[in-house]
């Protein structure tokens, strides 16, 4: 044999099979297959012998683990493992170990810390890089074009122009840094900045700080800073967008670096709002203190900085809503401005004896309100009141409305404005005249007209002239509405029903006994109040209530319709009572009274304690006059702005009361006018419903009603606005008469206006009212009289007598004469009774009949934008 063929001999145990035998054999699960080559058969391909099924299972049970399982294959083995493939050449890496590969279970799906660090480098480098592109991109907008000033148009229902108003006519003047007092600047930055000097145009913590107040539930916070501010005054829209706080954050990041920060401080100071259309602080010193910006002292600086937290809630003459009253508005401007001068000294802009000084003279108060020349008449208090219901229901803040450029279209007839003007001064030219009588002077009237269907306000009466009586008087005032506020009780005693005796006080409606007016209580004199299971009803002083009627009138047994007829007391405070006065306020919210115009929960909450204004009040009864139907009232159908829409009214409503129920109120609310206490608003032969209504002390009177087409309230006082104290006067004496009452130059107005509003519309008749209910009988009147005495109506021919209102609160066996009787304490002082002493629609005492005794409450006195009540607020 050839030598070259012959194989040298191998050591024993050696050579290259021998060593693939001893090596680890992978323990995939599957039998390793045998080696095989063309060229020798029956012989591995190396020459070793072959190998068979029992060295197979030899070499599986050599690589077994212990336990029997399968050790897993060798890094790099043939047959797959971390970073090998099957062919036993090494895996490829991947960029992103992810899922990671050499790990099972949920450790395979848990990145690794390389991968997390990664990441998070990446997306700050993203982060860095699109804000460097954005920086980059961004342009900072012309300032002129920006915050151009310009006039807004208000246009009649008909689309005719009204007037041209706000806006361009505001007093703007531009100062430099140079002529904004020292003071002012230390003020603003402490109040509102205090880093402004140190920070770069934004402050992260500060967002931060106010996302997590936010968060937590507290008091909404902006965290801009003076430059985000000044940013979004002078280049940007008031819109609380995302993509427009995005910009604002940009643009205010490259201010911050290319402006000086005397440049950004005299730009905010000189575009911020700081309340009565003024615009700058130039215009603030001139408004607000009648001076220029530069003779400011630290004191007057630290209340000109209050005011940029909210002009409308810091002007101590008053704001828009009943939030905003002046005692609540003085209150907040001399905490913030103590505040202010507290913080100088905190972050060192003030040293501790000028801050002594200037707290000891006390708060800086403000001039009164100078209003523009073209509020002249009812114009005024119509621009107001559109304006705030612009900004209640609308995106549009109150700054950027000031700014103009609006076109505004109001729901404003000019026909009814100028008729129910009319109406008013002929009544007061005739009556009232403060020359010859003393008691004469500071009388006021307010009234609305809204339409039952749409709820349009058609017309309103503020005061004499907006350019001296600031406060809208057809807006939320403060005006308690004495027994206008009995059909409410009506409307809640036919859905709900009179609570039965004997079962618990939460009755469902299934356990209860609903009210027909025909039902018959005891409408005597000072009766004993008592609970619906017939005891007596205790205050928490444990005090009984009487309530008196007008003149101290027994009028015996009769029915709630003639009980309204005749505005008599005791029926309807005890009817309150028995259905739950619960359930009467919300019958009062369900006809379209706002929550925050009505009084707290005592007895005498049916008779009248609450305060919603003549807007809201004609709205109410207009749901009446719809069958049930209930329509918020609303001043401004649409407003455009450089052609385009930027807000439309839309219609919405609600069934507050079944029809039924709302048709028998109103055929017993014709019955006041056909013979009882408001016969004077009686309109030939078109039906009329309506209801009179005085308060305690004569403080106030009411006329309130409607026909199927128009409802309209009107409504008298008396304040002195000059008065150190604000609160209503006795009418008694007012015209020369003893006392005013709804029944007199209320319902004389209501009629005299009616008449010409609705002159040349058809006559509709209302809906016939369905019987309702059951006959049920009160407290003393069971069992039933038979029959019912007939004294208890007076003979056609008779002259209606208005029953008195309640007194200021029970007392034991005897009613109070009034708020200032020694012995009387107001329901609003009593502890636990839930009234209020003063605030604007509060009880001090309680309201029911038309001619009677029920003190009012400290009138709202409200500055030059007037509003409040229904327009001043989200729910208006």
């Not at 029992?54 to 077994?64: C, G, L, Q, T, V």
């Not at 003007?421 to 005739?430: L, M």
């Amino acid at each position: 044999m050839s030598e070259h063929r012959r194989k040298p001999p191998q050591p024993q145990g050696g050579g290259r099979a021998a060593a693939r035998r001893a090596a680890p054999q992978p323990a995939s699960g599957r039998r390793a297959a045998p080696h095989s080559n063309p060229g020798a058969p029956g012989h591995g391909r190396d020459g070793a012998r072959p190998v068979g099924r029992a060295d197979a299972r030899r070499s599986d049970r050599r690589s077994s683990a212990p336990g029997g399982r399968r050790r897993p294959p060798a890094a790099g083995a043939a047959g797959g493992g971390r970073g090998g493939r099957r062919d036993g050449r090494p895996a490829a890496k991947r960029f992103i170990d992810y899922p990671r590969a050499g790990k099972t279970g949920v450790r395979r799906w848990i990145p690794s810390w390389k991968l997390v660090t990664g990441m998070i480098v990446t997306f700050a480098g993203l982060i860095v890089g699109i804000v460097g592109v954005a920086l980059a991109v961004v342009q900072v907008p012309d300032a002129q074009k920006a915050s151009k000033v310009q006039k807004n148009v208000y246009y009649w229902s008909d689309g005719k122009q009204m007037v041209v108003a706000g806006g361009g006519s505001l007093n703007r003047q531009i100062v430099p840094i140079s002529q904004i007092p020292t003071s002012m600047q230390n003020a603003v930055i402490s109040a509102e900045n205090a880093s402004f000097e140190k920070d770069w145009g934004v402050d992260p913590m500060g967002i931060l700080r106010a996302v997590v107040k936010m968060a937590q539930g507290g008091e909404t916070q902006s965290g801009s800073t003076i430059t985000q501010q000044f940013v979004k005054n002078t280049y940007l829209s008031q819109e609380q967008t995302l993509k427009r706080k995005a910009t604002e954050l940009l643009i205010s990041v490259k201010v911050g670096a290319t402006k000086d920060k005397p440049f950004i401080l005299a730009g905010y100071l000189n575009t911020a709002y700081y309340g009565r259309g003024a615009y700058g602080i130039q215009a603030a010193a001139r408004a607000y203190f009648d001076k220029d910006c530069a003779d400011l002292t630290p004191s007057e600086s630290a209340f000109l900085a209050a005011t940029l937290n909210g002009p409308n809630l810091y002007d101590p003459y008053g704001g828009q809503g009943p939030a905003a009253t002046p005692e609540k508005n003085t209150k907040r401007a001399t905490d913030r401005w103590k505040w202010t001068l507290d913080r100088e000294v905190q972050v060192g802009r003030m040293d501790k004896a000028e801050h002594d000084k200037w707290v000891a003279k006390g708060f800086p108060q403000p001039q009164k309100p100078k209003p523009a020349t073209n509020r002249a008449g009812q114009i005024g208090y119509l621009t107001d009141l559109a304006d705030n219901y612009i900004v209640a229901h609308s995106k549009i803040s109150k700054a950027e409305l000031d700014k103009g450029g609006y076109q505004i279209y109001t729901t404003f007839d000019r026909d009814k404005i100028n008729a129910l003007a009319q109406s008013v001064e002929e009544v007061r030219k005739a009556n009232i005249k403060p020359k010859v009588r003393d008691v004469d002077q500071f009388v006021q009237f307010g009234g609305a007209s809204v339409e039952p269907k749409t709820g349009k306000i058609v017309a309103i009466y503020g005061g004499e002239n907006a350019l001296e009586h600031y406060t809208n008087n057809a807006d939320y005032t403060g005006v308690q509405v004495g027994s206008t506020f009995k059909p409410f009780v009506l409307a809640a005693a036919m859905t709900h029903g009179k609570r039965n005796p004997g079962l618990g006080p939460n009755q469902s409606d299934s356990q209860r006994t609903v009210v027909s007016p025909e039902s018959i209580y005891n409408g005597n004199n000072k009766l004993t109040l008592r609970t619906y299971n017939g005891t007596v009803w205790h205050d928490q002083d444990g005090k009984e209530w009487h309530q008196p009627n007008d003149g101290d009138e027994d009028r015996g047994l009769i029915t709630l319709r003639t009980a309204m007829q005749f505005s008599v007391n005791t029926p309807y405070i005890q009817l309150g009572m028995d259905v739950g006065t619960d359930l009467v306020k919300e019958a009062a919210l369900k006809a379209g009274l706002d929550k925050d115009q009505l009084a707290s929960i005592t007895p005498t909450f049916s008779l009248g304690t609450s305060a919603p204004s003549a807007i809201r009040l004609a709205g109410a009864y207009a749901t009446f006059a719809a069958s049930g139907k209930q329509v918020d009232p609303y001043s401004v159908e649409k407003v455009e702005k450089d052609g385009k829409p930027v807000y439309a009214h839309e219609l919405k409503s609600a069934q507050a009361f079944d029809a039924n129920v709302a048709n028998n109120v109103t055929d017993v609310l014709k019955t006041v006018v056909e013979s009882g206490t408001g016969t004077k608003a009686k309109l030939g032969d078109r039906p009329v419903a309506g209801k009179t209504g005085t308060t305690d002390g004569n403080r106030s009177a009411w006329f309130a009603g409607y026909t199927p087409q128009l409802s309209t309230a009107i409504g008298m006082y008396r304040v002195d606005p000059n008065a150190k104290k604000q609160e209503f006067l006795s009418m008694r004496g007012v015209g020369g008469q003893p006392t005013i009452h709804g029944a007199s130059f209320p319902a004389e107005i209501w009629a005299d206006y009616m008449g010409q509003a609705l002159k040349g519309q058809p006559v509709m008749q209302f809906d016939p009212p369905q019987p309702i209910g059951q006959k049920v009988y009160g407290d003393g009147a069971s069992p039933a009289p038979s029959p019912v005495p007939s004294a208890v109506s007076p003979s056609p021919s008779a002259s209606p007598s208005p029953s008195k209102s309640p007194s200021a609160s029970p007392s034991p066996s005897a009613s109070c004469g009034g708020l200032f009787e020694p012995k009387c304490k107001p329901n609003g002082g009593g502890k636990g009774n839930g009234g209020t002493t003063g605030g604007p629609g509060g009880s001090t005492g309680d309201i029911g009949g038309d001619t009677g005794d029920t003190p009012s409450p400290t009138p709202s006195r409200r500055g030059q934008q007037g509003g409040g009540g229904l327009f001043g607020g989200p729910g208006g």
